[in-house]
């Protein structure tokens, strides 16, 4: 199996984005952090799909169709913030769990960014935002590395921008490509990150936690024993773990039926 992954810097063209500030244009500073990740995805032998190369525009339907042709299951779509708040943060789809999200701004927190937050956004017609609504079953990741509009993260953004990018690819690499990084020779050398913190519990409420597991898999929730089989291995991460709760009081809600 080949390994891809799509990297979409966010707008361009005749929209500079909203992130922007006398110091850069969003669309320019995205494509310079999305063409550094390309280059460490590249020496570390993934191959790399991106939306735009240059300062061209993409309205969302030919932007997410060049996600969902990429012939990647991971899209990470690169931005900056504006609006009046600080720090960095990640968004992932109302489908998906929040494992990734979490790893990719825990990444850029151990480079020096302030966390702001990790959340999905349901809209009235599924996910509120179309890199998660419109890329089909690409498991895509909106990284907001800071505010345009705020001078701390203005000045990380500026000072930082290369460490940045090579965080979050180095996050994908180890934690979602599962392959050892190999750094640069005489580049930045990126903070190790810990990855998700995984379930400390004692092997006892693991067992229970797995049988809990079961019986929603023997009630359709989960289609598979995934879950008994990682929770009793210890390396459930902890936000995995709230969201499969979730799941599982969703479907008691829901009369016992799968949640879709
Ligand atoms: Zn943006």
Redesign the pocket.
């Known amino acids: 199996m080949s390994k891809v992954i799509c990297i979409d810097p966010?707008?361009g063209g005749i929209d500079p984005?909203?992130?922007s500030n006398k110091h850069f244009k969003?669309k320019d500073m995205v494509l310079k952090i999305s063409l550094e990740q390309k280059r460490h995805f590249e020496r570390n032998g993934i191959k790399v799909v991106m939306t735009r190369t240059n300062d061209e525009y993409l309205d969302s339907i030919p932007r997410t169709n060049r996600v969902k042709t990429s012939g990647a299951k991971y899209c990470i779509s690169n931005?900056?913030n504006a609006g009046g708040g600080e720090g960095a943060e990640t968004i992932y789809s109302i489908h998906a769990s929040s494992t990734i999200a979490t790893g990719v701004l825990n990444a850029l927190v151990a480079q020096g960014a302030k966390k702001r937050r990790v959340f999905n956004r349901r809209g009235t017609n599924g996910d509120w935002y179309y890199m998660h609504r419109m890329t089909g079953s690409v498991s895509t990741v909106i990284v907001e590395y800071g505010f345009a509009d705020n001078s701390n993260d203005t000045d990380k953004v500026l000072n930082d921008w290369k460490r940045y990018a090579e965080a979050v690819a180095k996050y994908y690499i180890e934690h979602v490509f599962k392959q050892k990084y190999i750094p640069e020779k005489g580049g930045v050398q990126v903070a190790n990150d810990k990855g998700p913190e995984t379930l400390n519990l004692p092997q006892w409420q693991k067992s229970e936690m797995a049988k809990v597991y079961k019986l929603a898999r023997g009630k359709g929730v989960f289609s598979s024993e995934e879950h008994e089989k990682n929770v009793l291995a210890g390396d459930m991460p902890i936000d995995q773990a709230i969201f499969l709760m979730t799941a599982i009081a969703g479907a008691a809600l829901n009369g016992g039926k799968r949640v879709q």
């Open positions: 966010g707008h984005g909203g992130g969003e931005h900056l």
